[in-house]
Structures are given as C-alpha cells and as structure tokens.
C-alpha cells in the first residue's frame, strides 16, 4: 500500500504563496495521478488538480490561475503552490493517488491531511 | 460549484440497507466513486467504476447507476458505518476527478 504524506508551513500570511509538498513511499509515481485535494473546516471536498508521473497536469478551473503543481520523480514527491491566498484558502489540504480509465476516475490513497491557515 | 447534488443528510436504523445518491447529468455516461470520510480522517474510496470495491472495503457497500443517479447502497447498516459520503465524477470540463458532490452525513439510528 503507497503512503502519502503532506508536509509544508501550517501558517500562510494572506497574499502570500502556499507550499505543501507531498512525500510518496512504499510505490512509484509511474503510472497514476497525483492529486491535491482540499476541505474547508466543516466543509466538502475541493479538487484542486493532480499531475501525471510524466508532467502533464489538469486543474480546477476556479483555481487555475493560482495553482502549480510539480512532480520530481527523483525524490518520489510531488507539491502544490497556490499565490494570492486569501482566508478562504484555510482548509486542510489532502494529497491522493488517482488514476483514470475511460468512463471513471477515482483516489484510491490519501494521506492523512495537513490544516493550511492563511492569517496574519 | 459543484453539478453533482446530494442531500446532505440522511438517517438509517442500524442493520437495515440505506441508498445514498448523487445527481448530475455527467453521470449518464460517467462513472461515480465513493468515498467515506469520518471525523478527523482522510477520505476512504469505497466504489469507482462499475461497482468496483479496493480490497478490503466489505461487500455490503454496493453501487449502481440509473439516469442521471449514482446510488451507493449500504446493505445491513452497522454503527460504524456512521460518517460522511462524497461522491465524484466528472466535470463539465471533461476532468474524470474534476467534481466531488457536497457529501451526505449518514446517521445511524
């Protein structure tokens, strides 16, 4: 089983960039999607986007425009950079391994989330 | 926003089957999965695809699609079945992972 793990500054200053890197162990990047996910405090799910072992990407349209996301494939990571955050950008930021097959996707492991808390 | 639509509770008496549902018109061709999340956990996928369950996820969760409708079921409830559901599917961008539904909380009696 490939284990996540998120790490990065739980303390973002409005209009400043937020940084998570995600630690993949235990599996390869080769082959899947590597996502990031986020929850407002007492909220639903957010896509935020994912990128393939090879660098292609997709974002969520509401956040493209403030999101990157990389992969190194030499130290088995991947991160998410998200500038200009305001306060709605607090939530806890998951990263998961998805994967995609014709008619359906899915996340079939996460790691256990970091709270992300844009405040000055 | 979202264009998967779920209710965002529902209730079920412990041991009977309860069905939890998730609209929208990408699901006329597009699969949903599932998803649990208890309190202060990661999300657990349940269903993906045509009714596909990853090991270990016991085999009272079912899912079906009908329409615009995409059903997980839940056969013989158990109390720790107790949680919040999300479902996802594809968004009107063609994204397969692009929107998650506003998640039901399940709550058994």
């Known amino acids: 089983q490939v284990h996540l793990e998120e790490s990065g500054p739980r303390l973002v200053k409005p209009s400043e960039t937020l940084s998570l890197a995600c630690s993949v162990s235990?599996?390869?990047?080769?082959?899947?999607?590597w996502s990031w996910v986020r929850q407002p405090p007492g909220k639903g799910l957010e896509y935020i986007g994912d990128?393939?072992?090879?660098?292609?990407?997709n974002y969520n349209p509401s956040l493209k425009s403030r999101v990157t996301i990389s992969v190194d494939t030499s130290t088995n990571q991947f991160s998410l950079n998200m500038n200009s955050v305001t306060a709605a950008d607090t939530a806890i930021y998951y990263c998961?391994?998805?994967?995609?097959?014709?008619?359906?996707?899915?996340?079939?492991?996460w790691g256990r989330g970091t709270l992300v808390t844009v405040s000055s | 926003s979202s264009e998967l639509t779920q209710d965002p509770t529902v209730s079920v008496a412990l041991g009977q089957t309860v069905r939890i549902t998730c609209q929208g018109d990408?699901?006329?061709?597009?699969?949903a999965s599932w998803y649990q999340q208890k309190p202060g956990q990661a999300p657990l996928l349940l269903i993906y695809?045509?009714?596909n369950r990853p090991l270990g996820i016991p085999d009272r969760f079912s899912g079906s699609t009908s329409g615009n409708t995409a059903s997980l079921t839940i056969t013989g409830t158990q109390a720790e079945d107790e949680a919040d559901y999300y479902c996802?599917?594809?968004?009107?961008?063609?994204?397969?992972?692009?929107?998650f539904g506003g998640g039901t909380k399940l709550t058994v009696l």
């Open positions: 998961a391994r998805a994967d995609r097959s014709g008619w359906y996707g899915y996340f079939d492991n």
């Open positions: 996802n599917s594809r968004d009107s961008n063609g994204n397969l992972l692009g929107d």
């Open positions: 695809g045509n009714n």
């Open positions: 990128i393939y072992y090879s660098g292609s990407t």
């Open positions: 990408s699901l006329r061709r597009y699969y």
């Open positions: 235990d599996g390869s990047l080769s082959g899947y999607y």
